[in-house]
């Protein structure tokens, strides 16, 4: 049944439709995916750096770095 479960299609199938098996073998297999898309380094370690915040105007301080 295993074996069964690994070659199975399941990319039709709605996610509230799915089995627990079925829940574990999807995160296997996107688990197996972004392993190799790593190794490859198609995928970054880390997370993406944040967006720089940006700083309300203000001519009284901006005045002073001229």
Known sequence: MDDDLKQ??????PDAQLTA???KELKRR??????IMR???MVPN?????????EKWN???HKRRR
Do not use: C, Y
């Not at 199975?8 to 199938?13: A, E, G, P």
């Not at 996107?30 to 392993?35: I, T, Y």
């Not at 880390?46 to 940006?54: E, G, I, L, S, Y």
């Open 59 to 61: 001519p009284m301080t």
């Open 30 to 35: 996107f688990d197996e995916f972004v392993g």
């Open 8 to 13: 199975r299609d399941l990319s039709s199938k």
């Open 21 to 23: 098996d079925e829940r």
């Open 46 to 54: 880390q997370p993406a750096a944040k967006p720089k915040r940006v």
């Open 39 to 41: 190794s490859q380094g």
